[in-house]
């Protein structure tokens, strides 16, 4: 693949694996087995299967009609939040568990944000059987408490992450940490396309099922492969680099990549990590990163937990700075009432992680025959108390 | 391995005549600069030597320390609310080599170095008199492909971790790249923990000493005090005391307790 990874663990500048002595073993360990076993028969065979049997995919692709009718263009949704616990982390966290196990790990660990991830491994640990610490910060298990207790009814430990800041960037310091002190018998499940290499790419093939099912998708609906553009939001991006993985070789395809704005870009309280950001390193690989001019990095800010992460995944470091992709940014006020449009519109409660991606559409201009597919990675279920506050329902 | 080892360009500096001069029970001590307050750091490190510390170990905060527990993330957290930077911490060593003449190391994470700029940090660096650089995060790959040549030309010596689970042709490799000392990790943990002698680490320690590397080996993580020390120094050249002297500066007074405390690890 043009835009895939290098042997050294790099795309163009970014990625790598900056970590410390006491990681490598474990990280070296992953990067010679990843891909003999991700193309090994009876994984995919198993991995297929549940994410048939158990996860519901495939996932629909929606032709939504009154959006359509709104914004000028054929305008589909990729219904991740139809996906068992509720969002694209599952295709991930399936993926990872199946590798863990024939990597003879006994326990898992994971770092959550919002804590859709934190419940995608806790929940294919219960399957599994697996024991399951998940790291959260303080102040996250706060404002996504009854995704805490969702974990705890899966089985999972949730230990708060009170160093730092107290939210994911310090959530994933801490399972770096546990890492380091059980290196033979823990798997991390990391949540998105960051961290070390193999993870931005392993992460992305898991998460590819997306883009794959909607290139065969859109044939059914329109008789053709390739759409004008293609829409997610960015967190860590996951299910960006997901959604856009089998498009990236057909360069007509547009790929627009949604990141947090949180009160405006110049406000001091954001994460949009390339219209802020600097090159530097954070959690294994070098990539673009909110810092201080000393190399601090910064706590960003978003209404939505799962985009409030100070960096993005290499590759999408990679893919913005070629200019194969383009990245925008919108607000919370922007995003949140894209969430509440997209409900009364077309009957969805979104994520307001994928609210973002929705918001984007008030910016863009289309042809009529223009194909638009935008992920909706999540649903709105965990975020109802944000939204009612918004809203003041 | 046809290349010439690169390390034959180095001159001798403070570390490398030092363990010419020394080979059993050499302590280093670690600390965090800008902990507890700002300029204390030429104050500290030249109080460790009268103490009797061989050589030390300057710690620059960083936000993120994924490789440090709790003492020392603590530091590090104090230091930067104290305001510390890189471009403060080289004005505190302005006056270093006018106060103390043994090695010292500058240790950190490599994202305020990359925003430093990595030739501008080493060559800073030199000039004030530090004579080596250990960065955790900073890979085998990167630093000989990307970086080594700024170590080289500045004369200072990288120093690379090795842990009960590196491989023996990762050690010879480091081995290779090294030209101070091998910084052995006590167990595979985070910075704060205890040392453990299970049979397991012991083994560790025979199988590296069977190895006859050409660098000294320093045992860091887990020393704590006399004992541990002592211990540390039968299966290497010397020892690393971080966390518990981290914890020493939190006291009050804790200028006139550092004789006391270097004494109390040494005999
Ligand atoms: C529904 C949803 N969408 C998006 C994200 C952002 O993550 P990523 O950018 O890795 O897809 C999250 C993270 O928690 C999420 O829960």
């Known amino acids: 693949m043009k835009y895939g990874v290098n042997e050294h663990g790099y795309y163009g500048d970014f990625g790598g694996a900056y970590i410390p002595e006491m990681l490598y073993p474990n990280v070296e360990e992953l990067r010679q087995q990843y891909l003999t076993i991700l193309n090994d028969a009876s994984f995919k065979a198993e991995f297929d299967d549940l994410l048939k049997n158990y996860v519901g995919r495939p996932s629909p692709l929606y032709h939504a009609k009154r959006y359509s009718e709104k914004y000028g263009a054929n305008i589909f949704f990729k219904r991740e939040d139809l996906n068992h616990t509720g969002s694209h982390k599952i295709n991930n966290a399936i993926g990872q568990i199946l590798l863990a196990k024939r990597l003879g790990k006994k326990r898992i660990i994971a770092e959550t944000g919002a804590g859709q991830h934190g419940v995608a491994t806790a929940t294919v640990c219960a399957l599994m059987g697996i024991e399951c610490v998940v790291y959260m910060g303080e102040i996250d298990m706060a404002r996504q408490a009854p995704n805490v207790s969702r974990m705890k009814m899966l089985g999972a430990t949730v230990r708060p992450a009170s160093s730092g800041s107290k939210t994911l960037k310090d959530a994933t310091n801490e399972a770096l940490r546990d890492w380091i002190a059980n290196p033979v018998d823990t798997h991390y499940i990391i949540g998105s396309v960051v961290g070390p290499y193999p993870y931005p790419d392993m992460v992305a093939r898991f998460q590819s099922i997306i883009s794959e099912e909607t290139k065969k998708q859109l044939v059914e609906h329109t008789g053709k492969q390739l759409p004008e553009y293609v829409l997610a939001c960015v967190g860590g991006g996951s299910n960006a680099m997901g959604m856009f993985y089998h498009f990236l070789d057909d360069e007509s395809v547009k790929l627009v990549a949604v990141e947090a704005a949180g009160k405006g870009v110049d406000s001091g309280h954001s994460a949009a990590t390339t219209f802020l950001g600097q090159e530097g390193v954070l959690h294994g690989s070098r990539t673009i990163l909110m810092q201080t001019p000393d190399g601090q990095v910064v706590e960003p800010y978003s209404i939505s937990a799962g985009l409030d992460y100070p960096g993005i995944g290499p590759q999408h470091a990679h893919l913005y700075k070629i200019n194969r992709a383009q990245y925008v940014s919108v607000t919370d006020d922007e995003a949140m009432n894209a969430g509440l449009l997209c409900s009364q519109m077309e009957g969805i409660i979104p994520a307001i992680e994928s609210s973002h991606a929705l918001a984007q559409l008030e910016h863009m201009t289309f042809k009529a025959t223009d194909n638009v597919v935008i992920c909706l990675s999540g649903r709105g279920d965990k975020d109802l108390d944000t939204y009612i506050k918004h809203f003041n329902y | ?267």
């Open chain 2, 1 to 267: 391995m046809d290349n010439e080892p690169s390390t034959i360009s180095y001159k001798m500096n403070r570390l490398n005549q030092l363990f010419a001069a020394k080979k059993e029970n050499l302590l280093s001590i670690y600390y965090t600069a800008g902990y507890p307050a700002l300029n204390t750091t030429v104050d500290i490190a030249e109080a460790l030597e009268k103490a009797g510390a061989d050589f030390l170990e300057v710690g620059f905060p960083y936000s993120d320390p994924v490789a440090d527990g709790p003492t020392i993330q603590h530091s590090s957290e104090q230091a930067l609310e104290n305001g510390m930077t890189l471009n403060l911490l080289f004005e505190e060593l302005t006056e270093l080599r006018k106060r103390v003449s043994i090695p010292i190391l500058l240790m950190g994470y490599f994202n305020p170095i990359l925003q430093y700029g990595i030739e501008r940090f080493c060559t800073k660096a030199a000039e004030l008199g530090v004579d080596g650089i250990i960065v955790p995060d900073l890979p085998m790959y990167e630093y000989e492909a990307l970086y080594s040549e700024h170590f080289i030309k500045n004369n200072l010596s990288n120093i690379f971790l090795v842990t009960p689970q590196t491989s023996p042709d990762r050690i010879r490799k480091i081995d290779e790249l090294s030209n101070a000392f091998i910084y052995l990790l006590s167990s595979s943990s985070i910075t704060g923990g205890s040392l453990q002698l299970t049979d397991n680490i012991k083994d560790y320690y025979k199988r590296i000493k069977a190895m006859e590397l050409k660098n000294p080996t320093i045992i860091g993580f887990g020393i704590t005090d006399s004992s541990s020390f002592k211990k540390a120094c039968e299966y290497a050249n010397g020892a690393i005391v971080g966390s518990k002297f981290v914890k020493l500066l939190a006291e009050e007074n804790y200028m006139e307790k550092i004789p006391g405390f270097i004494e109390a690890i040494k005999f």
